[in-house]
């Protein structure tokens, strides 16, 4: 059963190229509430554990490294269909391959550098807002 909440990291490069308002008003435009957010700094073992799915993967240290090289804002939104919805308004993981007007058409550096994370499934949203917020910091 589809839930009404996802999760999402604005990611370093985004933050360091100040486009956290521009990101924020697009996910407002699309009608998602945010119930929770911060702006937060991962350490590399933060970003492991939250990564840890992909631990077997190539990309895995370097991505450790990434996350954790600069400062995130982490949100929970929400919205009907939330997760299906935002995957939609942030497009493909590769912005070359994004559709135009996505979040990471217009704000993404490159496949590694893909500008915001979205849940891909409502199990995953629910364990990710977790890693991130207690329940006193949702609203």
């Known amino acids: 059963m589809a839930t009404n909440r996802t999760f ?8 360091e ?3 956290i308002g521009a990101i924020l ?3 407002n435009a699309a009608g998602f509430t945010i119930v929770a957010m911060k702006k937060t700094a991962l350490t590399s073992k933060k970003a492991g554990e939250f990564y ?5 993967r190539p990309f ?3 991505l450790v490294n990434y996350m ?7 949100a929970i939104l929400e919205k009907e269909n939330a997760v299906a919805d935002f995957r939609m308004l942030i497009g493909a993981t590769d912005p070359s391959e994004a559709a135009k ?3 990471r058409s217009e704000f993404a550096e490159s496949k590694a550098k893909n500008a915001v994370h979205g849940s891909d499934s409502d199990e995953n ?6 890693f991130f917020f207690s329940a006193e910091e949702r609203f």
């Open 52 to 56: 840890a799915v992909h631990k077997e």
């Open 60 to 62: 895995y240290v370097e």
């Open 101 to 103: 007007g996505t979040i």
């Open 25 to 27: 008003e697009r996910i």
């Open 125 to 130: 949203a629910a364990i990710e807002g977790d």
């Open 17 to 19: 190229n100040g486009h």
């Open 68 to 74: 954790s090289s600069g400062p995130i804002v982490a």
């Open 8 to 15: 999402t990291m604005i990611k370093p490069e985004a933050v």
